[in-house]
């Protein structure tokens, strides 16, 4: 009884630890967020650490490198980003209406947070390659999208196969072309909402119409010749 007891006591206190520590994890990252807003992308750990009220030392039981924090400030990133996509995935809209809402509200969440932004996908300071952060960023936002565009296309009786593939691209597209447009600005962002969606819309309809051909009945022969089935 005794063995059980101290088994029970140890269990419940190492959830009360875990609890702690994911707490604790969650403000640190809320302060390095609000770090970056003020000082920047090339904000310091020291300064992520101030913003929180702790030293560095303090910090870094939390997480094991500025590596670790970055990932956790990207995943974090996604998520906001995913807050704003969500809205705009749900409800039923033309294609086009529905792909430009995406796009504008991806543009909208780069530019109304470029020190976020330029933190996560420039990575200025920090030991890891940028493209492996981003890449665990973005496949946060594909996946979301891709049990989406599957729902869709398999909704339109449209060959679902391609859903993954399709929205990796198109996140892809739009996070490289919305990086581009945050450092040139050399078109509104109406303008690049606009030849973004151009280029999706065709993308889905080359989808829909290979699934229409896929469906339909050929009986042309290797010669190219059509024939009847009732001759």
Not at 60 to 81: G, H, I, K, M, N
Not at 126 to 144: D, K
Not at 208 to 218: L, N, Q
Request: charged share 25%.
């Amino acid at each position: 009884m005794r063995t059980e007891a101290v088994k029970t006591f140890s269990s419940a206190q190492t959830a009360r630890w875990a609890g702690h520590r994911a707490q604790r994890r969650e403000e640190f990252i809320k302060a390095a967020i609000t770090a970056i807003r003020e000082h920047g992308p090339g904000v310091s750990v020291a300064a992520m650490a101030a913003a929180a009220g702790v030293t560095k030392p303090v910090l870094y039981r939390y997480f094991t490198d500025r590596a670790d924090l970055q990932r956790a400030v990207s995943e974090r990133a996604a998520q906001l980003l995913l807050h704003r996509l969500l809205p705009e995935l749900a409800g039923e809209r033309e294609p086009v209406e529905h792909i430009r809402a995406i796009v504008q509200a991806f543009l909208a969440a780069a530019e109304d947070e470029p020190q976020l932004w330029h933190f996560v996908v420039h990575n200025p300071g920090g030991e890891r390659e940028p493209a492996e952060v981003v890449a665990h960023s973005l496949a946060l936002v594909a996946r979301t999208l891709t049990a989406v565009l599957d729902d869709r296309l398999r909704a339109r009786g449209a060959d679902a196969s391609g859903a993954e593939a399709f929205a990796y691209g198109l996140v892809g597209m739009v996070y490289t072309a919305g990086d581009w447009w945050l450092q040139q600005r050399t078109m509104s962002r109406e303008a690049l909402t606009d030849y973004l969606t151009t280029i999706i819309l065709g993308g889905l309809a080359g989808l829909f119409e290979h699934r229409a051909h896929g469906d339909s009945t050929d009986n042309t022969d290797n010669t190219g010749n059509t024939h009847d089935d009732n001759t």
